[in-house]
């Protein structure tokens, strides 16, 4: 019998995961962290405790069995942990990339109250990337139900939801506006930290399910929500489009040429491959000196890729402090590396014009912290007499995005006061047959947590569809029953008598 694991016995510290020099990959979009080899990940899983409360699942928001995977890569089972994560989370490579596992599951990690904790998030890119590698695929029995079920964005909220319909036996169709599927995976990350071709492979998997991807097909201009259900014969929608409309400061200047939002920039460079000019011909403003509005994790994209794309000096410009950043602290220590110029408690107050048109700088006011404000962080307040100019030819809003209106303008959807769509608990909207999740429900969230609310509309829908739902109790405890079967599935059994 294994001898039971304490803080004590495991390895001390966090197993390290090499990185390509700053130098060398501020010049290029090669993958920034480079991941594990195998000793490397056996040495990191032998750091979990298996604590029988299992605190860092409740962190998650899909609910992975964290112990259970790690324990199979501590066994050497990789095809095992493979097998494991995925029952709860279709795209492990991504999320072991992008997903904030300081503040989810690592956060609630026992190892982390007295040493680092586990580096849950690294060991889900380990086994993630072994299966891509290895041409892993987990497909079950599928029973064909005659349900069509359309699927609209294919983010991670669409992307889940289409494969737990899929797995019900449904026919999915999923709606991209963009030319190719994948969502803010796509257009908003860059290759730096979630490279294409692991997101072409996740969406394969999808494809290997049966779900079917229309591209170039932006659902409200070509057709409507209700034309969907009335017209088209699908028998549930699900919306998850994300919130991708940018936010800009409104402030004298915003109109300017070299002003954009980080969202126009990333999708050109990424989606659009405006970084490989000329090989493709996307537009991609180039500045020499760039500012960056904002401090966010698409602050730090919008960062990086200015300094890949050739700028001579790159400066992130945040109102509050380092400690205030919301960006993933992994994200600002790269940032500092690869040689962005932080300018903290600094705030715009107007892009400055060249007389023509053109950006030229931006007068900034240097902020003092204030008491908390509703976020929990402490409000900035301006210093009087600390205006200040700013050289730029290149403004870039990181600041957040809004729901896009389009939904709402073309449908009969019924929106929250913040023009997102409003949702009953279990993620139906005012129309029919129709459910919505992910950013364009909560607002801007995590790859993981739109999966998970992915998860639960396809719960919702197969439950509104009639689909036997195979991870649901049959009925409640102290519910009544036929030989096992509650009375509400209306259901028959067969009996066999001897």
Not at 76 to 103: F, H, I, K, M, W
Not at 109 to 118: A, D, K
Not at 143 to 154: F, K, L, Q, T
Not at 201 to 213: P, T, W
């Amino acid at each position: 019998m294994a001898k039971k694991k304490t803080i004590r016995t495991i390895p001390q510290e966090r197993t390290p995961m090499r990185e390509q020099d700053p130098l060398r990959r501020a010049r290029n979009f090669e993958e920034v962290a480079c991941g594990y080899n195998q000793d490397e990940a056996l040495r990191e899983a032998d750091r979990c405790l298996l604590c029988p409360d299992q605190p860092c699942i409740g962190g998650c928001p899909v609910g992975i069995d964290i112990p259970g995977f790690i324990a199979r890569v501590a066994e050497r089972d990789l095809r095992g942990a493979y097998e494991v994560l995925t029952a709860t989370n279709l795209l492990p490579s991504v999320c072991g990339r992008v997903c904030p596992q300081e503040n989810q599951c690592e956060g609630e990690c026992t190892v982390g109250e007295s040493l680092e904790p586990v580096a849950i998030g690294r060991l889900e890119r380990f086994v993630g990337d072994t299966a891509l590698r290895e041409g892993w695929v987990s497909v079950p029995f599928i029973e064909p139900v005659r349900r069509r079920v359309g699927i609209v964005g294919s983010g991670p909220a669409g992307m889940a939801c289409a494969a737990d319909m899929a797995k019900a036996g449904c026919e999915v169709i999923v709606y991209e506006a963009f030319h190719e599927p994948g969502g803010v995976l796509k257009y908003g990350i860059p290759d730096f930290r979630l490279p294409n071709p692991v997101i072409d492979a996740e969406i394969d998997k999808l494809r290997a399910l049966g779900v079917q991807f229309e591209c170039n097909t932006l659902v409200g201009r070509l057709f409507t929500l209700e034309q969907m259900i009335a017209e088209m014969g699908f028998d549930a929608v699900f919306v998850g489009v994300g919130a991708g409309y940018p936010s800009m400061l409104g402030i004298p200047g915003d109109s300017l040429n070299g002003v954009l939002s980080a969202n126009e920039l990333l999708t050109r460079c990424n989606l659009m491959r405006g970084r490989d000019f000329p090989a493709f011909d996307t537009p991609l403003p180039a500045g020499r000196r760039v500012a960056v509005v904002g401090a966010g994790n698409t602050a730090m994209d919008a960062l990086r890729v200015s300094l890949r794309l050739g700028a001579d000096k790159v400066h992130c410009i945040y109102r509050r402090s380092r400690a205030e950043a919301p960006a993933r602290a992994e994200e600002v220590h790269h940032a500092e590396q690869e040689g962005i110029e932080f300018h903290w408690l600094t705030n715009p107050v107007e892009v400055l014009g060249d007389g023509q048109g053109n950006v030229r700088g931006m007068r900034c006011v240097r902020m003092a912290l204030g008491e908390p404000d509703d976020s929990g962080r402490r409000r900035p307040v301006p210093v009087p007499g600390s205006e200040f100019d700013f050289e730029a030819d290149l403004v870039v809003y990181a600041i957040g995005t809004n729901a896009n209106p389009i939904m709402g303008q073309t449908s009969g959807l019924k929106l929250n006061k913040w023009g997102y769509i409003a949702t009953d608990d279990n993620l139906a909207t005012s129309i029919a047959g129709v459910f919505a999740g992910g950013d364009i429900v909560t607002g801007a969230a995590t790859v993981i947590e739109a999966m998970g609310a992915g998860r639960k509309a396809a719960r919702a829908m197969k439950a509104y569809l009639g689909i036997r739902d195979a991870a649901q109790p049959y009925r409640e405890e102290g519910e009544p029953a036929f030989l096992g079967i509650a009375a509400h599935e209306r259901n028959f059994t067969r009996v066999h008598l001897a």
